[in-house]
């Protein structure tokens, strides 16, 4: 029975030092630390954590945010862990799954902040289509200059192969065949 440690930063830049506090003067004798994108889900340090505890430990984090990407991903790692007989301890919101309370508490957690991701992502769809509306592209900008494209589709009706026309105008062999084989143009 042992406390075992989460610590999660999003970026390269960012600093465990304050999780990592939190957690020692919490008793963690072990703590896995990971600098990676929440949304990531190649985590490994959360993956090595996982096989790590054991039936009686309590994996300690200072906040919800830190362990899970989603309310659903939180979900399966607390059924995990349950499946495990470890308990959750997360610091700052004052949960530990040890008793019924507080699995309640972690559940409707769970849901807000699903409901806080879906609320920020409709943010996000109004935010595109606003600016889409004020002519904002998005999206990689074209390689090939309409122009460009049209001296493509000369050269390739004057017999110029692929592979040339590519080399001529300093772009993919690839791309000059998707230019000249659209609907609509007359590639060989």
């Given at each position: 029975m042992s406390l075992?440690?989460?610590?999660?930063?999003?970026s390269i830049g960012q600093s465990l030092?304050?999780?990592?506090?939190?957690?020692?003067?919490?008793?963690?004798?072990?703590?896995?630390?990971e600098k990676r994108s929440g949304v990531d889900t190649e985590r490994p340090q959360l993956k090595e954590?996982?096989?790590?505890?054991?039936?009686?430990?309590?994996?300690?984090?200072?906040?919800?945010?830190?362990l899970a990407r989603s309310a659903e991903h939180l979900l399966q790692l607390s059924r995990e862990l349950?499946?495990?007989?470890?308990?959750l301890k997360v610091l700052d919101q004052s949960?530990?799954?040890?008793?019924?309370?507080?699995?309640?508490?972690?559940?409707?957690?769970?849901?807000?902040?699903?409901?806080?991701?879906?609320?920020?992502?409709?943010?996000?769809?109004?935010?595109?289509a606003k600016a889409r509306e004020k002519g904002v592209k998005f999206g990689r900008k074209p390689v090939m200059t309409g122009e460009q494209e049209n001296e493509a589709r000369?050269?390739?009706?004057?017999?110029w192969a692929l592979q040339r026309i590519a080399d001529h105008m300093g772009v993919s062999k690839g791309l000059i065949h998707k230019v000249t084989s659209r609907p609509g143009s007359s590639g060989v």
């Open positions: 075992v440690g989460y610590a999660r930063v999003s030092d304050v999780q990592e506090a939190k957690l020692q003067v919490a008793g963690c004798e072990e703590i896995f630390r954590c996982m096989r790590y505890i054991r039936k009686g430990d309590t994996l300690v984090i200072s906040r919800i945010d830190r349950e499946e495990k007989g470890v308990t949960i530990d799954t040890g008793d019924a309370a507080g699995k309640a508490f972690l559940g409707m957690l769970a849901v807000f902040a699903q409901f806080e991701n879906d609320i920020r992502k409709e943010r996000q769809m109004d935010g595109i000369q050269l390739r009706k004057d017999g």
